[in-house]
């Protein structure tokens, strides 16, 4: 799948089969909220993103309303990855059960957070948002952070 971001002028590709894994993880923790974190690389250009893999915190709360992952443990997993694969850490998904993938205040301020974090090397991180069912995917919607804005991807 191929989405491009028109006030960026950049492109995220992802596979279909890789978006349907983050999904059923999704429906798989329906009716409460869940996440991870997003892995993958960049174009020499950095015009392209390419989503390779995700990661599963080893902590988290998940409510129908509210999802927090721990980032405990995660940089020695980043390092490893950055080691052997050449991949990153490039932003965050979770889920929005019964819902719209539209982003919350609490899903902004998140994203603010994760790119002024001295800990993080990316300064224009990307949010996935699932809308969920019981029992499918009803809509996922990419967006790219830039100056405390998260602008979708079509």
Known sequence: MKLHNKHRNVELIINQELL?????????HYPNEFGGFLIGKYSDDYNTLFITDYILPKSYK???????????????????L???KKEIYVGEWHTHPNGSTRYSDIDLRAMINIESSPSVNIKNPVLLILSVSEK?????????????KLIPYE
């Open 20 to 28: 349907e894994k983050i999904s059923q993880l999704g429906i798989d």
């Open 62 to 80: 998940g409510s129908r309303s509210l999802f927090e992952r721990s980032a405990k443990g995660t940089k020695s997993l980043f390092s490893k």
């Open 82 to 84: 950055f080691k052997i």
């Open 136 to 148: 499918k995917l009803n809509q996922a919607t990419f967006y790219i952070y830039e100056n405390k």
